[in-house]
């Protein structure tokens, strides 16, 4: 299977937005694609995702603030930040091919449930 390839991260100052881009493999299982992040030196934890009927997730940080979409017939799912935090400061990855049974709305925040995950993007947030 291959990596699904992240782009779109740099550096911006506080309030200010970047649109993230996940590429991923018609190969992938990509039902379900999610979007994560790990400031350095802290563990990594679920931002936002999507499944192909439609339906989004956010954690509790970014709602309201972020925006998932898909365009599966690209095969690109698209992570928007807007009003950007220093807290938002982190490496963003992308992970597909979801594997745990069960209610994906109870579980899709743990970083064990994605079998494949991009090398991310790094995203700054200046004062």
């Known amino acids: 299977q291959v990596q699904p390839v992240e782009s779109g991260g740099g550096s911006v100052q506080v309030g200010g937005s970047l649109r993230l881009s996940c590429a991923y493999s018609?190969?992938?299982?990509?039902?379900?694609v999610a979007w994560f992040r790990q400031p350095q030196g802290m563990k990594r934890e679920g931002v936002a995702a999507?499944?192909?009927?439609?339906?989004?997730l956010f954690a509790d940080s970014v709602k309201g603030r972020f925006a998932i979409s898909k365009d599966s017939a690209a095969n690109i799912v698209y992570l928007q930040m807007s009003n950007l935090r220093p807290e938002d400061t982190a490496m963003y990855y992308c992970?597909?091919?979801?594997?745990?049974?069960?209610?994906?709305?109870?579980?899709?925040?743990?970083?064990?449930?994605?079998?494949?995950w991009g090398q991310g993007t790094q995203v700054t947030v200046s004062p």
């Open positions: 018609k190969d992938n299982e990509a039902y379900y």
């Open positions: 992970a597909t091919d979801y594997r745990i049974n069960g209610v994906f709305s109870m579980a899709w925040q743990k970083a064990e449930a994605y079998a494949i």
């Open positions: 999507i499944s192909d009927d439609g339906s989004t």
